[in-house]
Nanobody
Framework: QVQLVESGGGLVQAGGSLRLSCAAS????????MGWFRQAPGKEREFVAS????????YYADSVKGRFTISRDNANNMAYLQMDSLKPEDTAVYFC??????????WGQGTQVIVSS
């Protein structure tokens, strides 16, 4: 079992930055693909970004490409999402997730991000 806990959400003005953190316990993260997802009110959960096990490859949704950066620290069992140039449409609950093979096996409880215009 892997437990994931997100932190770092909050209220920020448009154009500002936030850094989300995902702390894992239970197992080492090095075996997992790590991802961030978000869910806005009244909308389905959507993919934001992911990073493969060795951090050699990252993937982003078109809506955040160039503004968000995903990273991981396997030694400390952490994953991060640096969010810059935030827009009101980035307002959502952000979730951290871990995937071993083909599906996202573990999820955190989410952290709220609100971007004011």
């Amino acid at each position: 079992q892997v437990q994931l806990v997100e932190s770092g959400g909050g209220l920020v003005q448009a154009g500002g930055s936030l850094r989300l953190s995902c702390a894992a316990s239970g197992r080492t993260l090095s075996s997992y693909v790590m991802g961030w997802f978000r869910q806005a009110p009244g909308k389905e959960r959507e993919f934001v970004a992911s990073v493969v096990r060795g951090s050699s490859s990252t993937y982003y949704a078109d809506s955040v490409k160039g503004r968000f950066t995903i990273s991981r620290d396997n030694a400390n069992n952490m994953a991060y999402l640096q969010m810059d140039s935030l827009k009101p449409e980035d307002t959502a609950v952000y979730f951290c997730a871990a995937m071993l093979v083909r599906r996202w096996d573990y999820w955190g409880q989410g952290t709220q991000v609100i971007v004011s215009s």
